[in-house]
């Protein structure tokens, strides 16, 4: 079955006013839509300006699973058995959002012919430094569904004052679903039972500055991604 590639850029598209924008990246065959990939970046006055980017795919097809690869991203979303099922990633960012080229791989291992790589473009942090000051945090999540969807796990970097010249440096990653998490972030990894939260702290007289990375996210049961983070370095 032969796919297609349909590209848009939609400024003004999504609520929160002017500053959204959306990248819209769809691959299609003769029986419809099969894989529709957005990207969007959103600007948001949180005293300093940070942006949160998210990219949400969504499996139209009903007889397989899909697995998706998309740069550094990767998962796995449900058949649409019942209807198109989505799974979104958020992480935010305090650099000037860029555009990048965007290869989605994707498999669908329960349907002959429907395996490829469609390209276009998405939203990533930008190259630039921003240094970690008290009060600075920066979030990523898994969602089940759309951005309002369920959120299944969240990793947090967060910088706050401890003296006049110390800082302290708080690592979390939560799982808010029902099954025990393995996972591997900044320079992190363990397990965490449902409805728990791993939780570290380091302390630091120094400020270090904001690294793009990904956090590895294992929920067991073949229900395996990788998701973009950014986070504050670790003080040396």
């Not at 969504?58 to 397989?64: E, F, R």
């Not at 010249?165 to 449902?194: H, I, M, Q, R």
């Amino acid at each position: 079955m032969i796919a297609t590639l349909i590209l848009g850029l939609t400024i003004g598209a999504t609520p929160g006013g002017p500053d959204d924008m959306t990248l819209v990246n769809s691959s299609s065959s003769s029986d419809g839509p099969e894989i529709v990939l957005k990207s969007n970046q959103r600007a948001v006055d949180g005293g300093r300006w940070y942006y949160v980017l998210t990219d949400s795919i969504t499996n139209h097809v009903a007889g397989s699973k899909l697995h998706f690869k998309n740069g550094e991203a990767q998962g796995i979303v449900p058949a649409a058995t019942s209807g198109p099922m989505t799974v979104t990633m958020v992480n935010t960012t305090y650099r000037i959002p860029r555009q990048s080229f965007a290869q989605l791989d994707h498999r669908f291992p329960d349907s002959d012919g429907h395996d490829g790589t469609t390209m276009g473009n998405g939203w990533v942090a930008g190259k630039g430094r921003y240094p970690a000051y008290a009060g600075g945090r920066l979030e990523a999540k898994l969602i089940e569904g759309d951005e309002k969807g369920k959120v299944l796990a969240r990793c947090t970097s967060e910088v706050s004052r401890d003296a006049p010249n110390g800082y302290v440096y708080a690592y979390s990653v939560e799982n808010l679903s029902d099954k025990p998490l393995k996972f591997k972030w900044a320079g992190l990894e363990g397990t965490v039972e449902p409805k728990k939260t791993f939780a570290k702290k380091e302390s630091a007289t120094k400020l270090s500055e904001e690294e793009s990375g990904t956090a590895s996210l294992d929920f067991g049961g073949g229900r395996e991604f990788v998701v973009r983070t950014n986070f504050w370095t670790k003080p040396r």
